[in-house]
């Protein structure tokens, strides 16, 4: 399986700030999603990271609070923008290289003041 | 939709059998299971594809009906390693296999010496 990493590992922002979360394969892969994690909560997909285009955001997710880049088959990038308290989060990158399954990355604890 | 997961938590004794089921109200292409521990990222399990279909992974396998939308993960023998949140994760027909994929509450397992 692919190796996925993801920085930063954890952070601690203030309030009214921002945060890009970056995921880096070591190998081409057809998909990349990005989920959120709330503590001690189930996984929710936040959207799909799609290669040269806008990404296909979840219902309750949207770009300007969640804006994501995927310049190509290898790397991609989740800003969680003006955070608040409320998006202190375990965030997470998967990927699928030709076929399923997804695999995870190692996630990145976000804690927001 | 959210699938459900059941039961939310059981506790075992070393070597005992656990079966954790996960249902869903939409017909499913793929149903994918995870064991998450406290702190890392979610680890893959196995993933069911076709009606009917039955895995196995060492100790672990499990069956996928596609009638009643329906997995169950089967622990036999378990180990003190097995500890852990068991999630799984579904992907809807309309998805056709290139959706990110929607997680159940999770159970949480605990295994005792």
């Known amino acids: 399986s692919a190796v996925i990493s993801q920085k930063p590992s954890r952070d601690i922002c203030q309030r009214g700030t921002s945060l890009t979360i970056q995921c880096q394969v070591d190998?081409?892969?057809?998909?990349m999603f990005w989920y959120r994690q709330q503590p001690g909560q189930s996984l929710t997909l936040i959207a799909t990271?799609?290669?040269?285009?806008?990404?296909?955001?979840e219902s309750g997710f949207v770009i300007d609070k969640f804006p994501i880049s995927r310049p190509n088959l290898t790397f991609s990038t989740l800003t969680v923008s003006n955070m608040s308290p409320e998006d202190s989060s375990i965030y997470l990158c998967?990927?699928?290289?030709?076929?399923?399954?997804?695999?995870f990355g190692p996630g990145t604890r976000l804690t927001v003041l | 939709q959210q699938p459900v997961q059941s039961p939310q938590a059981v506790i075992l004794r070393e070597g005992e059998d656990a079966v954790i089921n996960c249902s869903s109200s939409?017909?499913?292409?793929?149903v994918h299971w995870y064991r998450q521990k406290h702190g890392e990222a979610p680890v893959f399990l196995m993933i069911?594809?076709?009606?009917?279909e039955q895995k196995g992974h060492e100790k672990i396998s499990a069956s996928f009906n596609e009638k009643k939308q329906q997995s169950s993960l089967y622990l036999t023998a378990s180990q003190l390693s097995y500890s852990g949140t068991y999630f799984c994760?579904?992907?809807?027909?309309?998805?056709?296999?290139?959706?990110?994929?929607?997680f159940g509450k999770g159970t949480h397992l605990i295994i005792q010496p």
């Open positions: 069911l594809l076709k009606g009917g």
């Open positions: 998967s990927v699928v290289a030709l076929l399923p399954p997804q695999y």
């Open positions: 939409k017909a499913l292409y793929s």
């Open positions: 190998s081409q892969v057809t998909m």
């Open positions: 990271a799609n290669q040269g285009s806008e990404a296909t955001y």
């Open positions: 994760g579904t992907e809807s027909v309309e998805g056709g296999g290139a959706d990110g994929l929607t």
